[in-house]
Protein backbone atom coordinates (compact mmCIF):
# COMPACT_ATOMS: atom_id res chain seq x y z
CA UNK A 1 0.00 0.00 0.00
CA UNK A 2 1.36 3.68 -0.75
CA UNK A 3 0.69 6.86 0.76
CA UNK A 4 2.19 9.74 -1.54
CA UNK A 5 1.83 13.61 -1.54
CA UNK A 6 3.14 16.05 -4.21
CA UNK A 7 3.45 20.14 -3.44
CA UNK A 8 4.75 22.25 -6.24
CA UNK A 9 5.43 25.86 -6.13
CA UNK A 10 2.50 27.89 -7.45
CA UNK A 11 4.16 29.43 -9.82
CA UNK A 12 4.43 26.11 -11.88
CA UNK A 13 0.73 24.87 -10.98
CA UNK A 14 -1.16 27.48 -9.99
CA UNK A 15 -3.81 26.55 -6.94
CA UNK A 16 -3.45 23.39 -8.06
CA UNK A 17 0.13 22.94 -6.22
CA UNK A 18 -0.43 20.32 -3.61
CA UNK A 19 -1.65 16.41 -4.95
CA UNK A 20 -2.06 13.74 -2.63
CA UNK A 21 -3.08 9.66 -3.84
CA UNK A 22 -3.42 6.61 -2.01
CA UNK A 23 -2.84 3.64 -3.62
CA UNK A 24 -3.36 -0.20 -2.58
CA UNK A 25 -1.88 -2.73 -4.83
CA UNK A 26 -2.33 -6.93 -4.87
CA UNK A 27 -0.17 -9.12 -7.05
CA UNK A 28 -1.67 -12.54 -7.40
CA UNK A 29 0.47 -15.57 -8.66
CA UNK A 30 -0.87 -18.60 -9.83
CA UNK A 31 0.99 -21.91 -11.03
CA UNK A 32 0.81 -23.35 -14.28
CA UNK A 33 2.88 -26.20 -13.65
CA UNK A 34 6.61 -26.60 -12.79
CA UNK A 35 7.74 -23.91 -15.60
CA UNK A 36 4.80 -20.98 -15.83
CA UNK A 37 3.03 -18.85 -13.98
CA UNK A 38 0.41 -16.44 -14.25
CA UNK A 39 0.49 -13.22 -12.43
CA UNK A 40 -1.39 -10.37 -12.45
CA UNK A 41 -1.65 -6.77 -10.38
CA UNK A 42 -4.40 -4.74 -8.98
CA UNK A 43 -4.22 -1.64 -8.68
CA UNK A 44 -6.97 0.55 -6.53
CA UNK A 45 -6.50 4.42 -6.08
CA UNK A 46 -8.15 6.90 -4.78
CA UNK A 47 -7.57 11.06 -4.22
CA UNK A 48 -6.00 12.20 -0.24
CA UNK A 49 -6.87 15.65 -1.38
CA UNK A 50 -10.50 15.60 -0.43
CA UNK A 51 -13.16 12.83 0.54
CA UNK A 52 -15.47 12.95 -2.65
CA UNK A 53 -14.04 9.89 -4.31
CA UNK A 54 -11.96 11.15 -7.18
CA UNK A 55 -8.46 11.00 -8.48
CA UNK A 56 -8.12 14.57 -9.37
CA UNK A 57 -10.85 14.59 -12.00
CA UNK A 58 -14.71 15.12 -11.32
CA UNK A 59 -14.90 11.52 -13.78
CA UNK A 60 -12.17 9.98 -12.42
CA UNK A 61 -14.25 8.00 -9.75
CA UNK A 62 -12.35 5.91 -7.55
CA UNK A 63 -11.76 2.49 -8.99
CA UNK A 64 -9.75 -0.92 -9.02
CA UNK A 65 -8.29 -1.27 -12.05
CA UNK A 66 -6.17 -4.94 -13.48
CA UNK A 67 -3.18 -3.39 -14.02
CA UNK A 68 -1.16 -6.57 -15.61
CA UNK A 69 -2.20 -9.76 -16.18
CA UNK A 70 0.24 -12.17 -18.08
CA UNK A 71 1.72 -15.64 -18.68
CA UNK A 72 5.95 -16.56 -17.51
CA UNK A 73 7.89 -19.03 -18.38
CA UNK A 74 10.57 -20.45 -20.28
CA UNK A 75 10.09 -20.23 -24.23
CA UNK A 76 12.86 -20.43 -26.85
CA UNK A 77 15.68 -20.22 -24.13
CA UNK A 78 14.64 -17.34 -23.06
CA UNK A 79 12.04 -16.38 -19.93
CA UNK A 80 8.99 -14.98 -21.32
CA UNK A 81 6.50 -13.00 -20.38
CA UNK A 82 3.08 -12.58 -22.79
CA UNK A 83 0.01 -10.43 -22.04
CA UNK A 84 -0.04 -7.01 -20.24
CA UNK A 85 3.33 -6.68 -18.07
CA UNK A 86 5.28 -3.64 -17.24
CA UNK A 87 8.09 -2.50 -19.22
CA UNK A 88 11.32 -0.69 -18.24
CA UNK A 89 14.73 0.16 -19.78
CA UNK A 90 18.38 -0.13 -18.84
CA UNK A 91 17.06 -2.60 -15.45
CA UNK A 92 20.45 -3.27 -14.67
CA UNK A 93 21.41 0.76 -13.48
CA UNK A 94 20.86 2.72 -11.22
CA UNK A 95 19.33 5.04 -13.83
CA UNK A 96 17.42 2.73 -15.80
CA UNK A 97 13.57 3.78 -16.14
CA UNK A 98 14.38 7.33 -18.03
CA UNK A 99 12.98 6.06 -20.95
CA UNK A 100 10.04 3.98 -19.76
CA UNK A 101 8.08 2.34 -17.48
CA UNK A 102 4.75 1.42 -17.71
CA UNK A 103 2.48 -1.12 -18.68
CA UNK A 104 2.11 -2.28 -22.39
CA UNK A 105 0.39 -5.58 -24.46
CA UNK A 106 2.84 -7.89 -26.41
CA UNK A 107 5.31 -10.15 -25.26
CA UNK A 108 9.19 -10.08 -23.69
CA UNK A 109 11.62 -12.14 -23.89
CA UNK A 110 15.07 -11.89 -21.79
CA UNK A 111 18.13 -14.18 -22.21
CA UNK A 112 21.98 -14.10 -21.85
CA UNK A 113 24.70 -15.04 -19.35
CA UNK A 114 27.73 -12.62 -20.23
CA UNK A 115 25.09 -10.09 -22.16
CA UNK A 116 22.04 -9.96 -21.45
CA UNK A 117 19.77 -9.36 -23.30
CA UNK A 118 16.01 -8.19 -23.54
CA UNK A 119 13.59 -7.81 -26.47
CA UNK A 120 10.25 -6.23 -26.22
CA UNK A 121 7.27 -6.00 -28.42
CA UNK A 122 3.63 -5.04 -27.63
CA UNK A 123 1.34 -1.80 -27.66
CA UNK A 124 0.65 0.94 -25.65
CA UNK A 125 -1.96 3.17 -25.32
CA UNK A 126 -1.38 7.06 -26.13
CA UNK A 127 -3.10 8.62 -23.45
CA UNK A 128 -0.99 7.79 -20.56
CA UNK A 129 2.42 7.84 -23.02
CA UNK A 130 3.11 10.94 -20.85
CA UNK A 131 6.34 12.43 -22.50
CA UNK A 132 5.46 11.77 -26.28
CA UNK A 133 3.88 15.40 -27.35
CA UNK A 134 1.78 14.80 -29.83
CA UNK A 135 0.17 11.21 -28.38
CA UNK A 136 -3.87 11.68 -28.14
CA UNK A 137 -6.22 9.67 -25.64
CA UNK A 138 -8.09 6.83 -27.98
CA UNK A 139 -5.41 5.65 -30.13
CA UNK A 140 -2.94 3.07 -29.10
CA UNK A 141 1.05 2.89 -30.48
CA UNK A 142 3.01 0.14 -31.40
CA UNK A 143 6.02 -0.44 -29.47
CA UNK A 144 9.53 -2.39 -29.38
CA UNK A 145 13.05 -2.22 -27.87
CA UNK A 146 16.20 -4.31 -27.58
CA UNK A 147 18.39 -3.53 -24.01
CA UNK A 148 21.85 -5.30 -23.29
CA UNK A 149 23.73 -5.01 -20.38
CA UNK A 150 27.58 -6.26 -19.60
CA UNK A 151 29.13 -6.23 -16.74
CA UNK A 152 32.81 -6.38 -17.43
CA UNK A 153 34.19 -6.66 -13.90
CA UNK A 154 32.70 -6.15 -10.41
CA UNK A 155 32.63 -2.60 -10.26
CA UNK A 156 31.38 -1.52 -13.84
CA UNK A 157 28.40 -2.63 -15.68
CA UNK A 158 27.40 -1.04 -19.22
CA UNK A 159 23.93 -1.05 -21.21
CA UNK A 160 22.75 0.12 -24.13
CA UNK A 161 19.85 -0.49 -26.39
CA UNK A 162 17.02 0.96 -28.93
CA UNK A 163 13.50 1.72 -28.12
CA UNK A 164 11.08 2.73 -31.38
CA UNK A 165 7.83 4.17 -31.21
CA UNK A 166 5.35 4.39 -33.81
CA UNK A 167 1.38 5.85 -34.65
CA UNK A 168 -0.06 6.90 -37.66
CA UNK A 169 -2.26 9.08 -35.22
CA UNK A 170 1.22 11.31 -34.43
CA UNK A 171 0.95 12.94 -37.47
CA UNK A 172 -2.89 14.03 -37.07
CA UNK A 173 -1.60 16.50 -34.44
CA UNK A 174 0.63 19.41 -35.79
CA UNK A 175 2.58 22.25 -34.35
CA UNK A 176 3.57 25.32 -36.00
CA UNK A 177 1.44 23.54 -39.10
CA UNK A 178 3.83 20.98 -39.75
CA UNK A 179 3.52 17.32 -38.45
CA UNK A 180 6.47 16.01 -36.28
CA UNK A 181 6.65 12.51 -37.50
CA UNK A 182 4.62 9.46 -37.19
CA UNK A 183 7.84 7.17 -35.53
CA UNK A 184 10.37 7.99 -32.98
CA UNK A 185 13.33 6.23 -32.59
CA UNK A 186 15.53 6.40 -29.28
CA UNK A 187 19.28 5.23 -28.90
CA UNK A 188 19.96 4.90 -25.01
CA UNK A 189 23.54 4.16 -23.24
CA UNK A 190 24.94 4.15 -19.71
CA UNK A 191 26.92 2.60 -17.17
CA UNK A 192 27.39 2.33 -13.35
CA UNK A 193 30.63 2.25 -11.96
CA UNK A 194 30.52 1.59 -8.21
CA UNK A 195 33.39 3.58 -6.44
CA UNK A 196 33.29 1.73 -2.98
CA UNK A 197 31.44 -0.25 -1.23
CA UNK A 198 28.85 2.27 -0.31
CA UNK A 199 28.84 4.96 -3.52
CA UNK A 200 27.60 4.23 -7.33
CA UNK A 201 28.26 6.63 -9.50
CA UNK A 202 26.15 6.24 -13.14
CA UNK A 203 24.78 7.78 -16.11
CA UNK A 204 22.74 6.91 -19.06
CA UNK A 205 21.71 9.16 -22.64
CA UNK A 206 19.20 8.90 -24.80
CA UNK A 207 19.02 10.12 -28.12
CA UNK A 208 15.43 10.86 -30.22
CA UNK A 209 15.25 11.04 -34.13
CA UNK A 210 12.04 13.22 -33.53
CA UNK A 211 11.90 16.53 -35.93
CA UNK A 212 12.13 19.02 -32.75
CA UNK A 213 12.47 22.31 -35.81
CA UNK A 214 8.53 21.64 -36.56
CA UNK A 215 7.35 21.64 -32.90
CA UNK A 216 5.93 23.56 -30.28
CA UNK A 217 5.37 23.21 -26.83
CA UNK A 218 2.77 25.75 -24.84
CA UNK A 219 2.92 27.79 -28.05
CA UNK A 220 7.13 28.14 -27.78
CA UNK A 221 9.31 26.77 -30.64
CA UNK A 222 10.62 23.62 -28.85
CA UNK A 223 14.01 23.80 -27.85
CA UNK A 224 16.54 21.12 -30.14
CA UNK A 225 17.31 19.60 -26.65
CA UNK A 226 13.79 18.01 -26.39
CA UNK A 227 14.83 15.37 -28.51
CA UNK A 228 17.71 14.34 -25.47
CA UNK A 229 17.57 12.62 -22.07
CA UNK A 230 19.82 12.11 -19.82
CA UNK A 231 20.31 10.97 -16.37
CA UNK A 232 23.59 11.47 -13.96
CA UNK A 233 23.44 10.41 -10.36
CA UNK A 234 25.37 9.50 -7.26
CA UNK A 235 23.83 6.98 -4.91
CA UNK A 236 24.92 6.44 -1.44
CA UNK A 237 24.23 2.87 0.09
CA UNK A 238 20.34 1.56 -0.26
CA UNK A 239 17.14 -0.03 1.56
CA UNK A 240 16.80 -3.50 2.60
CA UNK A 241 12.95 -4.29 3.15
CA UNK A 242 14.28 -6.60 5.87
CA UNK A 243 16.32 -4.51 8.03
CA UNK A 244 14.86 -1.29 9.38
CA UNK A 245 16.83 1.88 9.84
CA UNK A 246 18.54 0.75 6.28
CA UNK A 247 18.66 3.63 4.23
CA UNK A 248 19.79 5.45 0.78
CA UNK A 249 20.76 8.87 -0.08
CA UNK A 250 21.13 10.24 -3.96
CA UNK A 251 22.01 13.14 -5.83
CA UNK A 252 21.41 13.58 -9.55
CA UNK A 253 20.99 16.32 -12.65
CA UNK A 254 18.25 14.89 -14.87
CA UNK A 255 17.19 16.58 -18.42
CA UNK A 256 13.93 14.51 -19.88
CA UNK A 257 13.67 16.01 -23.12
CA UNK A 258 9.50 15.55 -24.33
CA UNK A 259 10.87 13.77 -27.90
CA UNK A 260 13.04 11.11 -25.51
CA UNK A 261 11.10 10.21 -22.58
CA UNK A 262 8.10 8.06 -23.31
CA UNK A 263 6.71 7.62 -19.45
CA UNK A 264 9.64 7.83 -16.53
CA UNK A 265 10.45 6.20 -13.60
CA UNK A 266 11.25 9.03 -11.86
CA UNK A 267 9.43 10.96 -8.64
CA UNK A 268 11.05 14.26 -8.90
CA UNK A 269 11.92 15.17 -12.68
CA UNK A 270 9.34 15.45 -14.91
CA UNK A 271 9.20 14.99 -18.62
CA UNK A 272 9.96 17.96 -20.19
CA UNK A 273 11.70 18.82 -17.51
CA UNK A 274 15.77 19.97 -16.86
CA UNK A 275 17.57 20.18 -12.87
CA UNK A 276 18.70 19.00 -9.82
CA UNK A 277 17.24 16.01 -7.82
CA UNK A 278 18.08 14.71 -4.65
CA UNK A 279 16.75 11.55 -2.57
CA UNK A 280 16.50 9.35 0.58
CA UNK A 281 15.01 6.41 1.50
CA UNK A 282 14.75 5.48 4.45
CA UNK A 283 13.16 1.76 6.26
CA UNK A 284 10.81 2.98 9.04
CA UNK A 285 10.72 -0.18 10.12
CA UNK A 286 10.91 -4.02 8.19
CA UNK A 287 8.68 -3.63 5.12
CA UNK A 288 7.75 0.09 5.51
CA UNK A 289 9.46 2.44 3.75
CA UNK A 290 9.21 6.28 3.37
CA UNK A 291 10.52 7.62 0.13
CA UNK A 292 11.30 11.74 -0.10
CA UNK A 293 12.29 13.63 -3.19
CA UNK A 294 13.32 17.19 -4.14
CA UNK A 295 13.29 18.46 -7.33
CA UNK A 296 14.63 22.16 -8.35
CA UNK A 297 14.82 22.38 -12.49
CA UNK A 298 12.76 24.31 -15.38
CA UNK A 299 11.10 23.59 -18.38
CA UNK A 300 13.61 22.91 -21.23
CA UNK A 301 11.73 25.02 -23.38
CA UNK A 302 10.36 28.06 -21.84
CA UNK A 303 12.49 27.83 -19.11
CA UNK A 304 9.53 27.79 -16.47
CA UNK A 305 10.95 27.28 -12.27
CA UNK A 306 9.69 24.21 -11.01
CA UNK A 307 10.23 22.89 -7.35
CA UNK A 308 8.32 19.89 -6.54
CA UNK A 309 8.41 17.85 -2.74
CA UNK A 310 7.47 13.90 -3.22
CA UNK A 311 6.32 12.33 -0.42
CA UNK A 312 5.90 8.43 -0.45
CA UNK A 313 5.32 6.09 2.55
CA UNK A 314 4.62 2.30 1.67
CA UNK A 315 3.62 -0.47 3.84
CA UNK A 316 4.09 -3.85 1.63
CA UNK A 317 2.77 -7.15 2.84
Known amino acids: MRL ?13 DIAGTGLLRLE ?31 TGKDQVTTKRIFAQGPLFGATAKIGKFGTFDNAALTNGGLIIDKELTGAEFAFGKA ?43 VAAGYNYLSDDGFTNVKYAGKNIG ?22 VY ?35 ASVPGSYGLWAAYRQLGSFATINTTFNGA ?3 TKGYELGAMYMLDKNILSKTVYYDGENITGGKDIKKVFERLEFAF
Open 4 to 16: EGTRYNKAYKGND
Open 28 to 58: INAAVNDDWLVRARLDGQTSLNNDNGTIGTS
Open 115 to 157: VKTTLTYGRIANGSILGVVGSKAGQVADYASAQFSYAPTKALT
Open 182 to 203: DNYGFWNAGFDYKLTKDFTFGG
Open 206 to 240: VKSDAETNNATINSIQADSSEAKSYSIQLTYKGVK
Open 270 to 272: ETG
